[in-house]
């Protein structure tokens, strides 16, 4: 005895395994419909399986009724009891009809019986939660000796024991008894069988459940992501400090995202045949996305994001919501190694990361909310700087620059504009307006207009300036210049207008001396005598007497065309002293405009200060509208400001500039 084959061979014998009805019964155990036995093989109809319990069921009554799957398919034996759901059945079903098969899968060559001699032959399995262990040893049975018999030494018969092996098929019965299930390793198994291997080995393990994935948004507009590419100029060359579009716009109406739905996992099975679910993926509901100017659509396709209005697109890291605006956010910062340097076309800028040292932004109205150790360009619009500004230059000539935080060893520049800060130290700030809303220390400032709460250590050059309070800072005083306007050209033109009408005096003189001798000449004289009369019609000139008037007429010509010509030259005259009369009114009106609002007012002196008259130079540029290193020539350019106002370190100082243009005294 020893094969298996020997103990069941009833079985394989008559007509029952001849038959194809699928309802026939095995010895012991009843088949369901969905078994079909055919001569060599044994099949399973899927038209008639309703999913995996169903085979179950029928491997669990064939095996605790000690039968076995003779030549068993174990990878069908496998998805046969645990892949097939109802509407896999279904599926595997329609697979067939494509290919023109039968539905139907074979899983082995026949049932039988396992001889009872052999049933104890298969140990106990070592089953833990991942794995399942069987100890390989060598085996033998003891054959059966008829009652009475006697050996050659006349003694009884004693049971004869012979070397015999484990089965595959067998292997698989009994396991499923012994709690294993799921994931035989049929070739580990058959191996060892016929290796004939003494020991202990893994022959099962689990299968962990294959994560499924969780819903996501996928980017659907082209365009949607940054060209982080260097910039080409317009010559071919590479601007390595300026990215290529950092920035994107995007239109009404475009596809954002579209949400991709959460995959399940598979799942897992243990060596018991237990399910292992997977975890639960992640889904989400896209609305929680939608920003301002969004909305969600749906189509046969899926879900998407969709812009509302042309802008551009912002992603609040914060919440996660997607939002298009009219003004462009960024909040990564700008360096060299992310976004270089910006030049941006949009009409708002509103940066929430730092903007690092040397890097340049260029725009219109600009919003910092972080600090900024770099340049901010504008050409008129509003430059908004939240916290601190730090050693970096922020120019906006026309337009208005408000610093909410401190100002640190900076530049400002706001030409013809505005600039307010709440503090400063260390830095030049030129406007037309400054205002410091709480001190200034160490600062160079020049504007037109100025007012400043506290100032210590400072250079202040204005038209009009006001200091609340002047605070003391070791050895350094206050330095103010009150810019007087240059009057000395005022004075030269009224100089040169005198010089034009004493020359036109002069020259009016000389006609009236000239006229009088030509009117006093004889024929002259007769001439207009008679010509006023007859103008006046006091006489009426006979035709002879008009032969006369002709001839005298024409003696006197040359005399009275030279008199004709000093009356046009004296109308040209009158009229050019009447404009010159004109311009020295509008010089008086000039000179005392351009002293009107010149003033210099100090509440409280608590500290050393200097106040100094220092006249503007004639150039035409305005001053503040100059670059900086002229700015700190005029500030401290030796003998800058001659005329001394005020020296001291208390009290209270308040003056004006006369509309005279003298230097005058304290208002």
């Not at 605790?64 to 595997?92: H, I, K, N, S």
């Not at 082209?222 to 990215?243: E, H, I």
């Not at 030129?430 to 020049?446: K, L």
């Not at 010149?598 to 503040?624: F, K, M, Q």
Request: glycine share 8%; net charge negative; hydrophobic share 40%.
């Amino acid at each position: 005895m020893t094969e298996p084959a020997e103990f069941v061979a009833e079985e394989e014998s008559g007509d029952a395994a001849d038959r194809s009805d699928g309802a026939a019964a095995f010895p012991g155990v009843p088949l369901p419909r969905f078994i079909v036995r055919e001569t060599g093989a044994v099949w399973v109809e899927l038209a008639h399986l309703e999913d995996s319990a169903s085979f179950r069921r029928l491997a669990g009554s064939l095996f605790e009724a000690d039968c076995c799957l003779r030549g068993l398919d174990y990878p069908v034996f496998q998805r046969l009891a645990f892949e097939l759901e109802a509407a896999d059945v279904a599926t595997e079903i329609a697979r067939c009809e494509e290919t023109g098969t039968a539905p139907r899968w074979r899983l082995c060559d026949a049932l039988a019986h396992i001889d009872p001699i052999r049933v104890d032959l298969y140990r106990s399995f070592r089953v833990a939660d991942d794995l399942a262990e069987y100890l390989f040893e060598p085996l033998t049975v003891d054959l059966p000796v008829a009652e009475g018999a006697s050996g050659p030494d006349g003694a009884s018969a004693r049971p004869l024991g012979i070397r015999v092996h484990l089965d595959f098929d067998e292997f698989v019965a009994r396991a499923w008894l012994k709690g294993v299930r799921f994931g035989l390793d049929e070739s580990v198994v058959r191996k060892a069988i016929a290796d004939e291997h003494n020991g202990r080995l893994v022959i099962a393990r689990q299968r962990l459940p294959e994560p499924g994935e969780d819903a996501r948004v996928e980017e659907v507009g082209a365009g949607l992501r940054r060209d982080d590419a260097p910039n080409l100029l317009s010559d071919g060359r590479v601007n390595l400090l300026q990215f290529r579009n950092r920035f994107p716009q995007v239109r009404s109406g475009a596809q954002l995202m579209r949400k991709i739905p959460a995959q399940p996992g598979r799942p897992g099975r243990s060596v018991a045949g237990e399910s292992l679910p997977p975890a639960v993926p992640r889904d989400f509901d896209l609305t929680a996305l939608v920003g301002a100017e969004t909305r969600i659509e749906r189509d046969e396709n899926g879900e998407y994001l969709v812009a509302a209005m042309d802008g551009f697109l912002d992603i609040d890291a914060g919440s996660g919501k997607i939002s298009v605006t009219e003004k462009i956010i960024s909040r990564q910062g700008v360096n060299i190694r992310t976004t270089g340097d910006i030049s941006l076309v949009g009409q708002e800028y509103e940066e929430y990361g730092e903007i690092q040292e040397k890097r340049v932004v260029e725009g219109w109205n600009i919003t910092t909310h972080a600090d900024v150790y770099g340049n901010l360009v504008s050409s008129g619009g509003v430059i908004t700087i939240k916290k601190r500004l730090s050693g970096g230059t922020i120019t906006n000539n026309g337009g208005r620059i408000v610093i909410e935080g401190s100002a640190l060893n900076a530049t400002v520049l706001g030409g013809d504009g505005e600039v307010e800060v709440r503090h400063a130290e260390g830095c030049l700030i030129a406007a037309r307006r400054v205002i410091v809303t709480e001190g200034a220390v160490c600062c160079d400032i020049v504007a037109d207009e100025m007012e400043v709460r506290e100032a210590t250590g400072c250079t202040l050059a204005g038209r009009a300036v006001t200091v609340s309070a002047v605070r003391p800072r070791g050895s350094s005083e206050t330095l103010v210049l009150v810019r007087v306007p240059p009057l000395e050209r005022f004075g030269h033109e009224r100089d040169e207008v005198h010089a034009r009408l004493a020359a036109i005096d002069k020259v009016e003189q000389l006609a009236r001396a000239e006229a009088a001798q030509l009117k006093a000449l004889e024929p002259v004289a007769r001439y207009l005598l008679l010509a006023a009369k007859v103008r006046e019609q006091e006489i009426v000139l006979s035709p002879e007497q008009q032969t006369l008037f002709g001839k005298l007429r024409e003696l006197a010509a040359p005399s009275l065309r030279r008199l004709a010509q000093l009356t046009q030259d004296a109308q040209a005259r009158a009229a050019e002293c009447a404009a010159l009369g004109e311009r020295l009114a509008a010089i008086e009106s000039e000179r005392a405009a351009a002293c009107e609002g010149v003033t210099c007012r100090i509440e409280d002196i608590a500290g050393e200060i200097i106040v100094r008259a220092a006249t503007d130079d004639e150039s035409g540029h305005p001053l503040v509208r100059r670059p900086a290193a002229d700015l700190r020539r005029f500030l401290h350019a030796p003998g800058a400001g001659k005329s001394l106002l005020h020296a001291a370190d208390s009290g209270r100082f308040d003056w004006r500039l006369g509309s005279d243009g003298k230097i005058g005294h304290e208002a």
